[in-house]
Nanobody
Framework: QVQLVESGGGTVQAGGSLKLSCSAS????????MAWFRQAPGKEREFVAA??????????ADYADSVKGRFTITRYNVSTVSLQVNSLKPEDTAVYYCAARAGSHGPEYKYDYWGQGTQVAVSS
């Protein structure tokens, strides 16, 4: 059974930082893209950052424009990815989800596996 488990969420003040982590299990995730998405209250889920794993190396595929320069995705191995979130803003408040799919990064609907999410709340 495939499982993605996120951790590291919390409540911080604007300008603060958090490190979110995601650990995947249940299959071999080589040649899988892993990504972070988020869903704010009353809004649709949106893409945050993604990384692919090709030939034993991690490639950072993309960042959403709203987080470029503030968030950093790191793929440590085939099954572990983190998201360092710095200079947090109240609009970053959301549930952050880890997701995985075979192959390269793609649209949200192509991601096959999802975690349960971790809450990030940023106070002004």
């Amino acid at each position: 059974q495939v499982q993605l488990v996120e951790s590291g969420g919390g409540t911080v003040q604007a300008g603060g930082s958090l490190k979110l982590s995601c650990s995947a299990s249940g299959r071999t995730f080589s040649s899988y893209a892993m990504a972070w998405f988020r869903q704010a209250p009353g809004k649709e889920r949106e893409f945050v950052a993604a990384t692919s794993w090709i030939g034993g190396y991690s490639y950072t595929a993309d960042y959403a424009d709203s987080v470029k320069g503030r968030f950093t995705i790191t793929r440590y191995n085939v099954s572990t990815v983190s998201l360092q979130v710095n200079s947090l803003k109240p609009e970053d408040t959301a549930v952050y989800y880890c997701a995985a799919r075979a192959g390269s990064h793609g649209p949200e609907y192509k991601y096959d596996y999802w975690g349960q999410g971790t809450q990030v709340a940023v106070s002004s």
